[in-house]
């Protein structure tokens, strides 16, 4: 029986998809101005680009910025994410620094939630999971594919790798070369949020895939991920616009 997820009072996996808004900025400066105009969107949850960030390797300058966000929206749960450039971030890392990141991270309760990609590997997101879940932190497993769209059997083995690995959420983002590869990425979502135990997260990208970021509701993904001003991925729209149609298709 699928479970559904609360962070400060959001639920994810039940009523609509919940709008997450990134912040992708290099410096403080530009982290003040993007949370300006996500805090008129009035998201459900922002996302920290820490691959963005010119000083994420500064563990003072990071809570510095981290702090700041949740300044300005302190009731709005707070994603960290550092997007390695395989998986179509802005920079590489290490896995050992892949690690030591997130757990400090975790140790310093900087943010409600945090982001592992799958493809770390087994050991390092078990490590990442137990350390989030020990503080009290919820843990988003993800993959992405800028590339392609793999074929069904494929994307449901990735969410359920993560699902058995103990996220909390199962996030998977591909990119579509037809239209038969957005229907792939909606039929395997709608299959994993029927018989798996854990809210999913889903998105064909680019605008090709636009329309999986507005029929979560429909076929299974609980967030959708929008943009206010600079966006994180390709096919992100605009979030007043997307809390239109999502408020339009759920009435």
Same mark, same amino acid.
């Given at each position: 029986?699928?479970?559904?997820?609360?962070?400060?009072?959001?639920?994810?996996?039940?009523?609509?998809?919940?709008?997450?808004?990134?912040?992708?900025?290099?410096?403080?400066?530009?982290?003040?101005?993007?949370?300006?105009?996500?805090?008129?969107?009035?998201?459900?949850?922002?996302?920290?680009?820490?691959?963005?960030?010119?000083?994420?390797?500064?563990?003072?300058?990071?809570?510095?910025?981290?702090?700041?966000?949740?300044?300005?929206?302190?009731?709005?749960?707070?994603?960290?994410?550092?997007?390695?450039?395989?998986?179509?971030?802005?920079?590489?890392?290490?896995? $050992?620094?892949?690690?030591?990141?997130?757990?400090?991270?975790?140790?310093?309760?900087?943010?409600?939630?945090?982001?592992? %990609?799958?493809?770390?590997?087994?050991?390092?997101?078990?490590?990442?999971?137990?350390?989030?879940?020990?503080?009290?932190?919820?843990?988003?497993?993800?993959? *992405?594919?800028?590339?392609?769209?793999?074929?069904?059997? %494929?994307?449901?083995?990735?969410?359920?790798?993560?699902?058995?690995?103990?996220?909390?959420?199962?996030?998977?983002?591909?990119?579509?070369?037809?239209?038969?590869?957005?229907?792939?990425?909606?039929?395997?979502?709608?299959?994993?949020?029927?018989?798996?135990?854990?809210?999913?997260?889903?998105?064909?990208?680019?605008?090709?895939?636009?329309?999986?970021?507005?029929?979560?509701?429909?076929?299974?993904?609980?967030?959708?991920?929008?943009?206010?001003?600079?966006?994180? $991925?390709?096919?992100?729209?605009?979030?007043?616009?997307?809390?239109?149609?999502?408020?339009?298709? *759920?009435?």
């Amino acid at each position: 029986m699928k479970q559904t997820v609360t962070v400060k009072n959001v639920e994810f996996g039940a009523g609509q998809p919940k709008i997450c808004l990134p912040v992708v900025a290099r410096d403080d400066g530009e982290i003040s101005r993007q949370m300006a105009a996500i805090a008129c969107c009035q998201p459900d949850l922002v996302e920290f680009r820490a691959d963005w960030y010119a000083a994420t390797g500064d563990r003072s300058a990071r809570r510095f910025a981290l702090d700041g966000i949740r300044t300005v929206l302190p009731q709005t749960p707070l994603l960290f994410t550092f997007r390695t450039a395989r998986e179509g971030g802005e920079r590489e890392i290490s896995e $050992a620094d892949y690690l030591r990141l997130c757990l400090e991270v975790i140790e310093d309760s900087a943010a409600d939630l945090i982001d592992v %990609e799958l493809f770390m590997g087994d050991e390092i997101v078990r490590q990442i999971v137990e350390a989030a879940h020990a503080q009290g932190m919820a843990v988003i497993a993800s993959s *992405h594919d800028f590339a392609k769209t793999p074929a069904r059997d %494929e994307l449901l083995r990735r969410f359920r790798a993560m699902e058995a690995l103990g996220a909390d959420l199962l996030k998977i983002a591909v990119m579509p070369q037809c239209p038969e590869d957005v229907l792939t990425l909606l039929s395997a979502t709608a299959e994993m949020d029927a018989a798996g135990t854990r809210p999913v997260i889903s998105m064909s990208m680019g605008p090709l895939g636009a329309i999986s970021r507005l029929c979560g509701e429909q076929f299974g993904s609980c967030v959708t991920f929008g943009a206010a001003g600079k966006a994180s $991925a390709p096919g992100q729209i605009e979030a007043r616009a997307l809390r239109t149609i999502l408020e339009t298709l *759920h009435n």
